[in-house]
């Protein structure tokens, strides 16, 4: 009967042997498993953060350069802008000479004014293009003609269609300063003429 229990035994002993090298060897794998997946986590880590460093420098190279553009535009429209008021102010500055000469003397440098204003190039920053250019089209053949009569006393300016002698509008207010004209064709490539009708 010993001899059965020590026979059981070293059954018993055989399994837990095997047992425990099984999990042993388990466990090595298990290890071994792991050691594998953290090697690749470092590795995919390192590559991710290698391409972030690289995708980061890309960012801020292209946001320099995008800076200085903007920075030389602005340098570029302050230019422009400054000599855009200098021209202007001369313009001003003539008019207003202009302005303060007998009425034939101003009919006939009026027209240097506006070819003057009408040459004045249209900064780059505030040029546009218009969507739909719709014109109105004259029902009236020939040169269209406006007369202004202007009483100081009455406080009134009116305008009348010199082809036909209407009256086409009255402007009313009291006239405290001097009136200036300001001539203006649009984009017409017509020259602005300018005479004195006696009537």
Not at 106 to 127: D, Q, V
Not at 138 to 153: A, H, M, N
Not at 162 to 185: C, E, G, M, Q, V
Request: aromatic share 10%; hydrophobic share 35%; net charge negative.
């Amino acid at each position: 009967m010993l001899t059965r229990y020590i026979g059981a035994l070293s059954n018993h002993l055989e399994n837990a042997e095997m047992v425990y090298e099984n999990q042993v060897a388990s466990t090595c794998e298990v290890k071994r498993k792991k050691e594998k997946w953290r090697e690749e986590l470092d590795y995919e880590c390192k590559e991710l953060k290698c391409s972030l460093e690289v995708e980061q420098d890309d960012i801020d190279n292209h946001l320099l350069i995008e800076e200085n553009d903007v920075e030389e535009k602005l340098i570029g429209n302050g230019r422009q802008i400054s000599y855009c008021m200098f021209r202007l102010c001369n313009l001003l500055t003539e008019i207003a000479e202009k302005c303060l000469q007998t009425d034939e003397n101003l009919l006939t440098s009026i027209e240097s004014i506006h070819n003057t204003y009408e040459n004045l190039e249209t900064l780059a920053i505030f040029s546009y293009k218009l969507k739909d250019s719709k014109t109105v089209a004259s029902r009236t053949p020939g040169e269209q003609k406006i007369g202004v009569f202007l009483d100081y006393e009455l406080g009134a300016v009116s305008f009348y269609n010199l082809n036909n002698w209407s009256y086409l509008y009255r402007i009313t207010d009291r006239f405290t300063a001097k009136l200036k004209p300001h001539f203006s064709s649009a984009s017409s490539s017509e020259p602005l003429a300018i005479s004195i009708i006696r009537v």
